[in-house]
Nanobody
């Protein structure tokens, strides 16, 4: 059974930084690319970043490029997302998932973590 547990969110002012963590289980973590997505209120999930299994190739949405860094620790089955220079439009619930593509219809999002950025 797949379990995805994200943490590290919070309430920050514009310009602040947060580091999110997500621990995954149920699949062989080191075999999978991992992705971060976010969902603002009443909007669909939006791709944020992804990283390949060997920690060498990362992709970012234009909305966070230059402000976000994705990384992973395969020994800990954990993927991280550092976001700097946070903006009010980054306010959303953030989720990780075993990455199948930016627009794949994922069935299970697990437990996300909320980021709220005040203006």
């Amino acid at each position: 059974q797949v379990q995805l547990v994200a943490s590290g969110g919070g309430f920050v002012q514009t310009g602040g930084s947060l580091r999110l963590s997500c621990t995954a289980s149920g699949r062989t973590f080191s075999d999978w690319a991992m992705g971060w997505f976010r969902q603002a209120l009443e909007k669909p999930h939006e791709f944020v970043a992804s990283i390949n299994p060997n920690n060498r190739t990362a992709l970012y949405a234009d909305s966070v490029k230059g402000r976000a860094t994705i990384s992973r620790d395969n020994a800990k089955n954990t993927v991280y997302l550092q976001i700097d220079s946070l903006r009010p439009e980054d306010t959303a619930k953030y989720y990780c998932n075993y990455f199948r593509g930016r627009t794949y219809k994922y069935d299970d999002w697990g437990q996300g973590t909320q980021i709220t950025v005040s203006a």
